[in-house]
């Protein structure tokens, strides 16, 4: 049932206040019969966590709430029709396949799936959202992405129907994909993964990791350890959005070019870069924040976290505007001072 002016302030983790001109609620992928789904709707809304909103959202928004955690067999196929996946296997070695719907909280799945004793997950702990919105931009986090486990994307295609992308169809890249260069095309309803391969080791090479394992006294890590270190590092890093609003990093992370970073080494000898391929290198948004001046700093009620100044927080009572405006401010002030041009991750409605 379609409601008209539905209040999205606690739809969004940056606590905007937007008002969505019609609501609808997917519970059951049956609904996506309607010639309602002919057409995009004006907003896919997830778990709300990377998005910027504006007061209104004019047309249809769709609150994707489509659940269930199914256990596949290793063609991909159903093992039993709604079966619970936990309730098989428990434990076990070897390749694990699940089939998860698009509304199930990402983190409730990772903790489930660590709970299970599956490996994979264990690095994307604590990351906000859906699961139907982790292949849009192939989220990912201390060193692994999303895509590595993905097997397969089940969509509905405004004006075609159901089908299934294979990962390669899906044209995952950082922080990227076909979802997110194709806005309006599809609406994902499932994603099935691949857990738990025997081939897969712990990874704990990015950042604190290995220094936060130390700490809590570990010395062979299990991915349950690994779990908990990044949830560690991250409580003390990033605000909590039920306290402080805010959508997580608020820009990409910058490719440039080689060139351009021997011209930004003359300047600044110290400035962090990671490679992409031969020719570019990624260079972290939230230290050019920091050096251009702007890290922890507020303007009436947005700004910059302390901890993490590719953060942006709305302080109680920031409208979306509002935050848009402290965002400009921040991309002129990086550009004037680096030549580096900050593109905004969250997604603008
Ligand atoms: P929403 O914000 O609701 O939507 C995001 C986009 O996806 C929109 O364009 C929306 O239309 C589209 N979308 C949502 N669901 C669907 C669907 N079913 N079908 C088609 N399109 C859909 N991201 C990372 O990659 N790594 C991190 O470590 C990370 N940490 C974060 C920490 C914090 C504190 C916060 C607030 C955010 C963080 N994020 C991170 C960003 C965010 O959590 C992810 O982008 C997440 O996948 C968004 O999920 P969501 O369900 O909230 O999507
Ligand atoms: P961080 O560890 O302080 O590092 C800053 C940036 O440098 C990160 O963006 C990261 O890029 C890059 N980096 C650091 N070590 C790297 C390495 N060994 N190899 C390649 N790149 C490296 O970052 P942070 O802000 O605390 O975030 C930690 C992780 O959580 C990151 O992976 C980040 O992407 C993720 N995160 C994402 C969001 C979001 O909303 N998208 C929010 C919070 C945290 P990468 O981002 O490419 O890893």
Redesign the pocket.
Known sequence: MIRTNVSLEKLNTFGLPATAAQYLALTDPAQLADPLFRRSPALVLGGGS?LLLREKVAGLTVHVLLGGVTRLNSDGQPLAAGADAGAMGKGEAGEVRLRVGAGVDWNQLVRYTLDQGWSGLENLVL?PGTVGAAPV?N?????SEVAEFITAVHVWEYGYGASVLQPEACDFG??DSRFKREPGRFLITAVDFRLNAPDYGVRI????ITAELERLGVAAPQPGDVALAVTN??RS??PDWFFLGN???FFK?PVVSRKVLTRLQATFPKI?A?PIDEESV?L????LIDQAGLKGVRRGSVGTYAR?A??MVNYGGATGQDVLRFSELVQREVLRQFGVALER?VRLF
């Open positions: 990377n990351i931009q989220i990912g986090a201390y060193g950082y922080r090479g990015y950042g604190a590092i991250r890093k990033l959508s997580g990093s992370n962090p990671y990624k972290p948004a939230g230290w993490q590719l953060v991750e």
